[in-house]
């Protein structure tokens, strides 16, 4: 049976980050999900989901309005491959532009964690997608600290 393989996301990637994560950041801890299992863990992570997109545009107007120095501002989306395979990642946000409808404005960034599934893609590659694909925020503290993480915290305890 296929495994579909995704960052479970314990942490922000501390590696390849900018600004540069603190030492005291915690770390991306990866894990995979067999195929059978994947709907169990959608409906698992669905309420810290709906709580990180609840909570999104108020993280997204504290990034707009500058962030203070060395805090970094993530968001957590899943790449697909062409052989429908996909990661859940980090994307280390670097601009917000307006979209064509309301509601759907463009996240870009680079792609903070290391991949290990998909082959379309690569670390520290540029992406933008739309927002209706977001799936978690963190704002990574110059200090060690985080906000958000959302559905990387719950996944800290879950056990499929």
Known sequence: MRLCLLMLLLAVPAAFATPPLAASAPQDTPGSVHADKVAAFERAIAPYVAKARATYPAA???YLAGLPRGDGFYVTTRLHDKDGKWEQVFISVSRIAEGKT????KITGTIASKLTL???FARNQPYTFPESELMDWTIAKH???EEGNFVGKFLETYRP
């Open 102 to 105: 309301k509601g759907d404005d």
């Open 118 to 120: 998909v082959k379309d």
């Open 143 to 145: 200090d060690g600290r």
């Open 60 to 62: 997204k107007k504290r």
